[in-house]
């Protein structure tokens, strides 16, 4: 496992984009991209609200670890098991993060995918990486109001935050935010900027209620009041969850067996909020999906895990409900 990290730190490296168009920090407008005509196509967001009343929203969140093999049969896997979770009922957001081009290539090709939702990316031209990023599913009963990344200046990792505003009704937009805040216990940490900066744009008058989801890295005791320390609200810890339960805990359980005894459990992956929304659920979602195919999982198994899992990380959904003025 160590030398499959180490090959893929350097693939990071050697991709490293040159020269981008946008500047760190600040707003970079892209399109999204909606299924018409036997294809994607590029789309800019309206600024009309809409006159349907949408009450509420889903959302789930998932890491797919870029490191391991099988990509394609992981991301597979991965969306055939967030369809059985899906409700159809309420219009409902996908975060992905740590997305190859080959993945977003596969989500976009999925049939359920192209039925089901709109999505902002159909390459990585938009993520500061040259190798992998985030992305977003979008319900296509939810009207686009706005879609940009902010690209991180403190940032060793070339991460961003995509920012999605959608219509829930006539005066009502609710900004959401996939990221995939700052990896390991480096100083200085660039968590608590990166997470600064997010919610400063999730808090714009503007806007009516905020989510910001994702992996957020929460390996350090800082990491437990980024979200106090913003004015932000917790998901986990707003229905009850405790700090170091390990109900809680997003990350370990699927991890290669030596980074499970070397670093133990943690909840790395959160759902955080403001403005005016109400949390209405939260549960953590993806454990023991495995990979199908005999060989492969023989490889995954053959590079220290217990299992033949698709990913490292579980996944995190809660369901929000908008509020009266």
Known sequence: MDELVKAS?????????????????VPYDQPYHVWRLNGW???????????????????????IDFMLPFPDSRMRLAIRHLETLVEQEIPTVIFFA?????????IAGDSWVRKRFNITDVDGSYWQSGHYGTTILVDQRLPV???????????????????LDVALGPGKTVRLCNTHAESLALDPPFRPAQLKLCSQYMQDEKISGAVLAGDLNA??????????????RDAYLEMGGREDDVEGHTWGQQAATSQRERFG????????????????????????????????REHVVSLGFDKPWITDHLGVHAIFDVTAE
Not at 41 to 63: D, F, H, V
Not at 221 to 232: I, Q, V, W
Not at 269 to 290: A, Q, Y
Request: aromatic share 10%.
């Open 9 to 25: 730190i350097a693939t990071v490296e050697a991709k490293k984009k040159g020269q981008v168009p946008w500047d760190l920090d």
């Open 41 to 63: 196509q590029s789309t800019q967001p309206s600024r009309t609200y809409g006159e349907t009343r949408i009450p509420s929203i889903a959302l789930y969140s998932w890491n």
């Open 98 to 106: 740590e997305c190859l081009e080959s993945d977003l290539k596969l």
């Open 145 to 163: 109001r706005a879609c940009f990344r902010v690209h991180y200046k403190q940032t060793r990792m070339e991460r961003d935050g995509l920012f």
């Open 219 to 232: 390996i350090q005791d800082f990491d437990r009041h980024l979200h106090t320390d913003n004015e932000l």
């Open 265 to 296: 459990g943690s909840r790395m992956d959160k759902i955080l909020f403001c403005g005016g929304i109400r949390i209405r659920s939260f549960e953590r979602f993806g454990m023991g999906v495995e990979l199908e195919d005999a060989s492969e």
